[in-house]
């Protein structure tokens, strides 16, 4: 398959030509996106690789991610470009990934071996790594990726990488060569997915292959190079157990939100961003019966419904030439079409509210989305906007009247100073009083203080509300007993 290694001596036979360094041929224009031209490969002797920055990443990070000399990068750049000068891309591009690293690894060494440099063996091993990931994968960010423990992986250009792990956001000494071969990696994800990112559509969203979200802007958009966002997608899923466990939210609290869940209210998910949201609502989910017919909508799907029952809608942003847009809005009145149960809105922000609190009201009870607002009152109020927003000429009294007819339960999420997740409020809907909506705090959670570690001290509180708005509903799901036992053993903890 890989011709010119067939047909002569092992890894000169395979190679365009005898490895050169400093040789600035592009490779083969049906090569790859995967590996950067050698244009876009430059020195980066002149990079502060020491810049201050850096030390001020996180122990945790540190611990994990390698810190790489300035003589090591330059190396790398050496080797790299040798390597693409030499080898056939194209014909790499057929190769299995097993089979492309060995290919990769039999040049580098021969490039190692002419070159006369000197390395040790673990360095050997870390630098074709890099390689073989600058090459077939995602380059730098292929460590971050293969962590679990990390949410969310920021790259504000070239030099500057930031991750979020346990809520917290730290700096990583992982750095690209440059602008140009970040974009080339950019460029990489969202091919995947059919899209294309450059100055002239500077904005994308896309998916990696594991379900990631990725969100890429670039410049003359973003004026510090590339930034690319990636929320790191869990393939465990967390559960409402584990949010209890990582005191989110109390038993007593989990079990009434599970009941909330499972006895077809109305919610509405409100909170910062990155808070847990999307985690809470796939939590809620799971108490969906195996009998409805659900169907979600999302901008890019997250959510992991286990029902044998699920259809799942995803938006599609403008096409090049600015057409085939289907927004949120059409996918939810669409769905009014497809005869659903439930009706669960990823992220309601626009025009789309309008027709979830319409289905939500006209029986797709047990509806659910999630909204970027720091209160459940403010959440309502964002709701109000979007309506007013989207054009819907309603008095505001009118639009008020919907929210508190189709909203049964309002959740609040927050992420706090400390870097932890917290359900601060769970809040029920009553009615209007005049021209305000009425509302009832069934859990809150209070903030008590910090200890000397810097961690955020408070406790979840039942506000000692008995029977709650919800409660015929309960009882309707056979459930009341249960609701009951929560309540109660909420009021004395
Ligand atoms: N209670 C929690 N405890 C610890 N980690 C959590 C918790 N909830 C969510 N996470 C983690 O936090 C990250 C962000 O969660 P999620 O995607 O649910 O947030 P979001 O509010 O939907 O964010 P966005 O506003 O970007 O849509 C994920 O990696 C998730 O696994
Ligand atoms: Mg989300």
């Not at 036979?13 to 050169?20: E, F, G, M």
């Not at 998916?207 to 790191?232: F, M, Q």
């Not at 209210?265 to 910062?272: H, P, R």
């Not at 289907?326 to 439930?342: A, F, G, S, Y």
Request: proline share 5%.
């Amino acid at each position: 398959m890989f011709g010119k290694r067939s047909s002569g001596g092992k890894s000169k036979a395979l190679t365009k030509r005898a490895p050169s360094v400093g040789n600035t041929t592009s490779p083969p224009p049906e090569a790859k996106p995967a590996a950067e031209s050698p244009e876009a490969v430059k020195p980066t002797g002149a990079q502060s690789h020491d810049a201050a920055p850096q030390k001020k990443v996180e122990e945790p990070a540190v611990s994990v991610i390698e810190q790489k000399s300035e003589d090591y990068y330059e190396i790398k750049t050496t080797i790299f470009n040798a390597l693409i000068d030499t080898i056939d891309l194209a014909q790499l591009a057929q190769l299995d990934a097993e089979s492309a690293r060995d290919e990769i690894r039999d040049i580098v060494n021969e490039i190692i071996a002419i070159k006369n440099v000197v390395m040790s063996i673990a360095e050997q091993e870390s630098l074709l790594q890099d390689i073989c990931n600058d090459v077939l994968g995602y380059g730098p960010l292929e460590p971050l990726l293969a962590r679990d423990d990390i949410a969310d992986i920021m790259v504000n250009g070239a030099e500057r990488v930031f991750i979020e792990v346990n809520g917290k956001i730290q700096l990583t000494p992982i750095r690209f060569r440059d602008n140009g071969q970040l974009m080339n990696i950019c460029q990489r994800i969202v091919s995947q997915v059919g899209r294309r990112v450059d100055e002239s559509s500077p904005i994308c969203d896309a998916r990696l292959p594991d379900g990631s979200r990725v969100n890429v802007i670039a410049p003359p958009l973003a004026l510090d190079g590339p930034t690319l966002t990636i929320r790191k997608f869990k393939k465990d899923k967390l559960k409402l157990v584990d949010l209890q466990n990582f005191g989110t939210i109390t038993p007593e609290g989990a079990e009434v939100l599970a009941i909330i869940g499972a006895c077809r209210c109305n919610v509405l998910i409100s909170g910062g961003t990155g808070s847990g949201k999307t985690t809470l609502l796939n939590c809620l989910t799971a108490y969906i019966a195996d009998d409805e017919r659900v169907i979600t909508c999302e901008d890019a799907a997250e959510l992991q419904l286990q029902q044998p029952h699920v259809v799942r809608l995803e938006t599609r942003p403008p096409n090049l030439e600015g057409q085939g847009e289907i927004t949120m809005r059409d996918l939810v009145r669409n769905c009014l079409r497809m005869r659903p149960e439930r009706i669960i809105v990823g992220e309601v922000r626009g025009p789309e509210a309008f027709d979830l609190l319409q289905a939500m009201n006209t029986g797709h009870d047990g509806s659910m989305g999630t909204l970027h607002a720091n209160t459940p009152r403010e959440a309502m109020s964002r709701l109000e906007s979007m309506i007013t927003m989207g054009g819907f000429n309603l008095p505001s009294r009118t639009i008020r009247e919907m929210i508190c007819g189709s909203i049964d339960v309002i959740v609040q999420t927050s992420r706090l100073r400390d870097g932890s997740r917290r359900i601060t409020n769970i809040t029920e809907v009553l009615g209007m009083e005049g021209e305000v909506i009425i509302t009832q705090d069934l859990f809150i959670y209070d903030i008590e203080g910090d200890d000397e570690s810097g961690r955020v001290l408070g406790q979840h509180r039942s506000t000692g509300i008995a029977r709650p708005a919800f409660w015929d509903r309960a009882r309707y799901f056979g459930k009341e007993r249960e609701l009951a036992t929560a309540l109660e053993a909420a009021d004395i903890s």
